[in-house]
């Protein structure tokens, strides 16, 4: 179980194509950043994300789950119940492109995450990203987003004209989401965010964040939120914050 917040941003795109799911009871999520325009990019968000969210809630806690889709022996239950739920969300977009010519095919980065006995496995497909907090601690990047910007050039990845995804759903019939287990504890914060933040403004705003840890958990998340929130991207944004 965690509590969550979600915040969006608006930049200087007019059309929101982000968009975002959680069941902190269940401990599951995702975020997805759209691409393809007006009723397209962000159709193919949502659909990802709810497909996402039905597949995990469906078959969590199933010791049969993982058959017969696809099995990763280095992967734990939860793991593969995500892994598949992202191959299941991209089946889905992929539907949804049928019949659509290339300039009228959406496509979305996603990232899931499931939560369940202090194991945290993420999946991440394209631009998203995710950053684990724990007291007084430096904060962790545990989600990179691949990119455009991150293959040109490592050293200069905020570039904001090259922030295009290296894959994404709804594209192409088989890809593998990059998969990350982590063990959390109780009181860490997990940053979970869409393209955008980036630059000197992203990073102010995580040093802000790392140096106010409160009198408790709750307390800091408080301050994380309004942090994010006073903020301002020039990309849309979605950020969705999971307090364990």
């Known amino acids: 179980m965690s509590t969550s917040r979600l915040i969006k941003k608006q930049g200087t795109r007019l059309v929101q194509e982000d968009y975002a799911v959680f069941n902190s009871q269940k401990g599951v999520f995702a975020i997805a950043d759209g691409f393809g325009g007006a009723q397209v990019g962000d159709e193919v968000a949502r659909l990802c994300c709810e497909s996402v969210q039905e597949f995990l809630e469906l078959e969590a806690g199933d010791s049969d789950a993982t058959l017969p889709f696809e099995l990763r022996k280095y992967y734990s239950l939860t793991g593969n119940i995500l892994f598949n739920g992202l191959v299941h969300a991209n089946r889905k977009a992929m539907t949804f492109n049928e019949g659509r010519g290339n300039s009228r095919k959406g496509g979305a980065s996603v990232l899931g995450g ?3 006995q ?11 990203g995710a950053w684990l907090f724990r007291e007084h601690q430096m904060p962790k990047q545990v989600i990179t987003p691949r990119n455009y910007a ?7 990845e905020d570039d904001p004209h090259k922030q295009a995804p290296l894959m994404a759903l709804g594209l192409v019939d088989h890809l593998e989401p990059e998969l990350v287990e982590v063990r959390v504890r109780s009181g860490d914060l997990l940053v979970a965010h869409t393209d955008g933040l980036s630059g000197s403004g992203w990073q102010e705003a995580l040093a802000e964040i790392q140096v106010a840890w409160g009198e408790s958990p709750e307390s800091f998340l408080d301050h994380a939120t309004q942090v994010l929130e006073s903020r301002r991207f020039d990309d849309n944004t979605t950020i969705l914050l999971n307090l364990f």
Do not use: E, I, Q
Request: charged share 15%.
């Open 150 to 156: 991150r293959l040109w050039d490592v050293f200069h």
């Open 114 to 116: 499931s939560y369940k």
């Open 118 to 128: 202090g194991l945290l496995a993420l999946a991440n497909v394209g631009s998203t």
